[in-house]
């Protein structure tokens, strides 16, 4: 028998991007993210009786992050060896925060299989450990994480404010260069990296404010603000971190189009090729299938806010 566990991916609205320490996965500023319900883990974990066995799929792989996180967890718990089994019903690797809800769903998972007691704030921080944007997938609605606890805390639940969401995938392969190894590459060579750290600070208050108003226009200033300035600190990295492809462009273009003509809607794009446009209730159909119909989009996804992670029963 085996426990498994469900989790989604979230979306930052306000990101964070760099490392304050990287032994202790400390983000270098807070974010804010919209737990997305579409997109879902599904990971089941049971003790054997040899080492830790890892699938993705069907198929058996190695992954230096979860065997790190096992190896910190196991300083405190008394885990034994495990397999852990997940799949994810999207793209992953490909900029859509397949870490944050794996290391989401496997503490959920954990949790419950070996009886660890842990409330949800606490699962935050043991997920942050494993993938910093895990800490926000612990719960629903639309959540935030600073410091100095660094525990993800949410500012709305899931129906208090059932935004529509639509992913436009662009590229479903594995992304070059993975966020955690971007980020490293953009602290240590980006000449924008500090201010960008500053600013951050203030885009999250601002931020916080216009979510607990549902002030959805001034969101949309600070959100894709913040977004482009992410990747103007990517674009000045050396060497330089690309994410994007024409059909990202275009997508954004498409974005701003629909909203001169009066349609609220803005975009996000994280470490990846893939645009998110956040709706007001009721517009998403209709941004979906515009969106389609851009030239290099694959495919989209129409969602909503999603729950907390869960034990599948």
């Known amino acids: 028998?085996?426990?498994?566990?469900?989790?989604?991916?979230?979306?930052?609205?306000?990101?964070?991007?760099?490392?304050?320490?990287?032994?202790?996965?400390?983000?270098?500023?807070?974010?804010?993210?919209?737990?997305?319900?579409?997109?879902?883990?599904?990971?089941?974990?049971?003790?054997?009786?040899?080492?830790?066995?890892?699938?993705?799929?069907?198929?058996?792989?190695?992954?230096?992050?979860?065997?790190?996180?096992?190896?910190?967890?196991?300083?405190?718990?008394?885990?034994?060896?495990i397999e852990i089994l997940t799949e994810n019903n999207f793209p992953t690797g490909a900029g859509l925060a397949s870490s944050a809800s794996g290391f989401a769903a496997l503490v959920t998972a954990l949790n419950e299989e070996f009886k660890l007691g842990l409330a949800q704030s606490e699962q935050s921080v043991l997920a942050r450990m494993g993938s910093g944007s895990a800490a926000r997938s612990i719960f629903g609605g639309i959540v935030s994480l600073e410091g100095p606890t660094w525990a993800a805390q949410v500012l709305l639940k899931q129906n208090d404010w059932p935004l529509d969401i639509v992913v436009a995938i662009t590229d479903d392969n594995i992304k070059d260069?993975?966020?955690?190894?971007?980020?490293?590459?953009?602290?240590?060579?980006?000449?924008?990296?500090?201010?960008?750290?500053?600013?951050?600070?203030?885009?999250?208050?601002?931020?916080?404010?216009?979510?607990?108003?549902?002030?959805?226009?001034?969101?949309?200033?600070?959100?894709?603000?913040?977004?482009?300035?992410?990747?103007?600190?990517?674009?000045?990295?050396?060497?330089?971190l690309f994410y994007w492809n024409p059909a990202t462009v275009a997508c954004i273009k498409q974005i701003r189009d629909l909203r001169e003509q009066g349609i609220p809607v803005f975009f996000t794009i994280d470490a990846g090729a893939q645009v998110k446009a956040v709706c007001l209730p009721g517009t998403g159909e209709n941004v979906a299938h515009i969106l389609s119909q851009v030239p290099g989009v694959l495919r989209t996804i129409s969602a909503t806010v999603g729950e907390d992670a869960w034990i599948e029963t």
């Open 177 to 240: 260069v993975s966020s955690s190894v971007g980020m490293t590459m953009s602290k240590e060579s980006s000449p924008y990296y500090d201010d960008w750290v500053k600013s951050s600070e203030t885009d999250f208050k601002n931020a916080r404010k216009y979510i607990l108003q549902r002030n959805f226009d001034r969101l949309i200033e600070v959100a894709e603000s913040n977004c482009l300035k992410m990747h103007a600190v990517m674009l000045s990295t050396l060497p330089s």
């Open 1 to 81: 028998m085996s426990t498994i566990a469900h989790a989604h991916p979230n979306i930052a609205l306000i990101k964070y991007w760099g490392k304050e320490s990287i032994e202790r996965n400390i983000p270098s500023s807070p974010s804010i993210s919209l737990t997305i319900n579409k997109l879902t883990t599904r990971t089941s974990v049971r003790p054997i009786n040899d080492g830790d066995r890892f699938l993705f799929g069907n198929e058996q792989v190695e992954d230096e992050k979860i065997t790190r996180f096992l190896e910190f967890l196991r300083h405190t718990y008394a885990i034994p060896p």
